[in-house]
């Protein structure tokens, strides 16, 4: 693994389903992020986590859930799809040290379509 | 919380013109501002950022100024190339305090034509 991974790619699920997205990175990260990107639209952050066994709420966090078990893997999970949901989904990390904020690198995103 | 304004939100240009996109932000404790480009079907990537100590940062074609009294910040393109063609993102990072998280635009869709 090199850099910031992404499974699975697309995905097309039925309404109601509970589906996981995952995010590996091996570039001993301490920080992720989960953003949802609607077409034509910008980047909204769902998740955060500064640190392994923290997480935060973004400004789209409702139906999403997150965990962040180890420092590498931030494993997405929506508990019952809904179309809304509909989206290219974009995982990030970074290396936050104190409060010198560094370049957020980007996943190659999951493309996600609820039926 | 922050909040960040980009314009405009699309932009057409000819090649070998110049393009200026603006951001605004509204949390004055904010201490980082990058921008990234997204190339369709592509990922975010960051083309240059510049933190809050510093009023402008050059990189070849690409430059950053910011103002932090007026709390705003652009991005200016110059010479620009068919490749230039892309989405552009600029985002407003808040410290610990506030989560250790970007705010982004909404996001400037550029188009150099040939």
């Known amino acids: 693994i090199a850099g910031i991974t992404q499974a699975p790619t697309s995905q097309i699920l039925a309404a109601g389903r509970r589906m996981t997205l995952r995010c590996t990175q091996d570039m001993r990260h301490n920080a992720m992020y989960w953003y949802r990107q609607d077409l034509g639209l910008g980047l909204r952050l769902i998740h955060y986590?500064?640190?392994?066994?923290?997480?935060g709420k973004g400004e789209v966090p409702d139906g999403y859930s997150v965990s962040r078990a180890n420092t590498d893997d931030f494993p997405l999970t929506l508990a019952s799809a809904v179309p809304s949901q509909t989206s290219v989904y974009f995982c990030?990390?970074?290396?936050?040290?104190?409060?010198?904020?560094?370049?957020?690198?980007f996943g190659p995103g999951t493309r996600l379509t609820v039926l | 919380g922050e909040n960040v304004e980009q314009h405009p939100s699309t932009l057409s240009v000819q090649e070998g013109d110049s393009a200026v996109i603006k951001c605004t932000y509204s949390d004055s404790a904010s201490n980082y501002f990058p921008w990234y480009k997204q190339e369709l079907g592509k990922r975010p990537q960051l083309i240059i950022d510049i933190r809050s100590n510093v009023g402008e940062k050059k990189d070849q074609r690409i430059a950053v100024t910011l103002n932090k009294t007026a709390k705003h910040f652009s991005l200016h393109i110059t010479e620009t190339q068919p490749e230039d063609s892309a989405v552009y993102f600029c985002?407003?990072?808040?410290?610990?305090?506030?989560?250790?998280?970007?705010?982004f635009g909404g996001g400037t869709r550029v188009l150099v034509k040939p």
């Open positions: 985002a407003a990072h808040v410290g610990k305090a506030a989560g250790n998280k970007l705010t």
């Open positions: 986590s500064n640190t392994a066994g923290t997480t």
């Open positions: 990030a990390s970074s290396d936050v040290f104190r409060d010198k904020y560094n370049e957020q690198f």
